[in-house]
């Protein structure tokens, strides 16, 4: 987090792509493969209600054989098949998936003795992490991996004063680590920076998209007021016509086409991977996987993910960051989501 994450505007450049197809890193993405396509949802009827589209949530579902328990007069629903589990909450945007805390674009709501759920969840964040395949015309292999320290020189990030601990410092140092296992993997690695320098997000953003990568990974710390939050969060992109997790209410902003849009399926299930597989590796608390329109993953032009690893606020936490064993932890933990992605992806593509 930290000063610097401010919104950037991309001006005619997203509408651009809208009615073009955009070269990616060797793929092309048809224009007609994102934006306002329901792949997954197809012509399943939906109500409006305020400015949300509804689906009906068992009906949803059961095409991906989970059958649904609750009842009327619970809000606590669950969804389950022998492999996935969902839990939902009527007017709430939290979620569990496979237990790991999701947050939805838009509280479920009950209605006809059912959940309803938003349609852009459904297409946006169920389809893609219940059925990954439905999207392999937008996705290729994982070969090349960008991996953004987050803030450096001038812009230290957040800290812990008290202990002279700076975001920048560490943010760097997992680079390091989570690079060199990559490397050893085969895979290859580029950096936004290798050492204590100033760069602007849109400057990452566009250094980013010259290398055309088939994943960028932004590492971060967190700050909060309040000293006792502690835990691990991972961002994706915020899809067209929802809002950000952090905000209350519905802008105009939130309509804009974003070039890191183009792969949304494929966003939260890069996302997904490393949240479950920094929960597992560092059993900190579960902050969720949630959405922000953050420059860079806003800009980016292939799967994007922001990482805020810990919290440099809260004191327990900002000591486990400060050695260098937790710091290789968070590294393989990354790794480990990065390369249960690719193979993800693999798994949906013809063999060659
Ligand atoms: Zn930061």
Same mark, same amino acid.
């Given at each position: 987090?930290?000063a610097?994450?401010?919104?950037m505007?991309?001006?005619?450049?997203?509408?651009l792509?809208?009615?073009g197809?955009?070269?990616?890193?060797?793929a !092309?993405f048809?224009?007609? *493969?994102?934006?306002?396509?329901? !792949?997954?949802?197809?012509?399943q009827?939906?109500?409006?209600?305020?400015?949300?589209a509804?689906?009906?949530?068992?009906r949803?579902?059961? @095409?991906?054989?989970?059958?649904?328990?609750?009842g /009327?007069?619970?809000d606590?629903w669950?969804?389950?098949?022998?492999w996935?589990?969902i839990e939902?909450?009527a $007017?709430?945007?939290?979620?569990r998936f496979?237990?790991?805390?999701?947050?939805?674009g838009?509280?479920?709501?009950?209605?006809?003795?059912?959940?309803?759920?938003? @349609?852009v969840?459904?297409?946006k964040l169920?389809?893609p992490?219940?059925? /990954? *395949?439905?999207? /392999?015309?937008s996705v290729?292999?994982v @070969?090349?991996i960008? !991996? $953004?320290?987050?803030?450096?020189?001038?812009?230290?990030?957040?800290?812990?004063?008290?202990?002279?601990?700076n975001?920048?410092?560490?943010?760097?140092d997992?680079?390091?680590?989570?690079g060199?296992?990559?490397?050893?993997q085969?895979?290859?690695?580029?950096?936004t920076?290798?050492?204590?320098?100033?760069?602007?997000l849109?400057?990452?953003?566009?250094?980013?998209?010259? /290398?055309q990568?088939?994943?960028f990974v932004?590492?971060?710390f967190?700050?909060a007021g309040?000293?006792a939050?502690?835990?691990?969060?991972?961002?994706?992109?915020? +899809?067209?016509?929802?809002r950000?997790?952090s905000?209350?209410a519905?802008d105009?902003?939130d309509?804009?086409?974003?070039?890191g849009?183009?792969?949304?399926p494929w966003?939260?299930?890069?996302g997904?991977e !490393?949240?479950?597989?920094?929960?597992?590796q560092?059993?900190?608390p579960? @902050?969720?996987?949630?959405?922000a329109r953050?420059a860079?993953?806003?800009?980016?032009?292939?799967?994007?993910v922001l990482v805020?690893a810990?919290?440099?606020?809260?004191?327990?936490?900002a000591?486990?960051?400060?050695? +260098?064993a937790?710091?290789?932890?968070?590294?393989?933990?990354?790794?480990?989501?990065i390369?249960?992605?690719?193979n993800?992806?693999?798994s949906?593509l +013809?063999?060659?």
């Open positions: 987090m930290g610097t994450r401010g919104r505007r991309v001006g005619g450049f997203a509408r792509m809208v009615v197809v955009m070269l990616c890193g060797g !092309i048809s224009s007609q *493969a994102w934006a306002d396509d329901f !792949i997954a949802v197809g012509d009827p939906t109500v409006l209600v305020g400015d949300v509804y689906l009906d949530a068992d949803f579902f059961s @095409r991906y054989g989970l059958s649904s328990k609750g /009327a007069k619970a606590a669950t969804f389950s098949s022998a996935t589990t939902l909450n $007017d709430s945007r939290e979620c496979n237990e790991q805390r999701v947050f939805l838009s509280g479920v709501i009950k209605r006809e003795q059912g959940l309803w759920i938003d @349609r969840d459904a297409e169920f389809a992490l219940l059925k /990954a *395949a439905t999207y /392999a015309a290729r292999p @070969r090349k960008v !991996i $953004d320290a987050g803030h450096g020189g001038k812009d230290g990030g957040t800290r812990h004063a008290e202990r002279k601990l975001e920048k410092t560490f943010t760097l997992v680079a390091e680590r989570l060199a296992i990559l490397d050893q085969g895979y290859e690695v580029v950096f920076r290798t050492r204590d320098e100033y760069i602007g849109k400057e990452r953003a566009m250094f980013a998209r010259a /290398a990568p088939d994943v932004s590492l971060h967190n700050a309040r000293a939050v502690k835990g691990v969060e991972t961002y994706v992109l915020t +899809p067209r016509h929802q950000s997790t905000s209350a519905s105009a902003s309509h804009n086409v974003e070039s849009n183009a792969t949304d966003n939260v299930l890069l997904y !490393i949240h479950r597989a920094l929960g597992k560092l059993g900190a579960d @902050r969720g996987l949630k959405r953050f860079v993953l806003r800009l980016a032009e292939c799967p994007a805020e810990g919290y440099l606020s809260n004191d327990q936490e000591q486990k960051i400060a050695t +260098p937790y710091r290789s932890e968070i590294a393989q933990a990354v790794a480990t989501g390369v249960a992605y690719a993800t992806v693999l949906v +013809p063999r060659p």
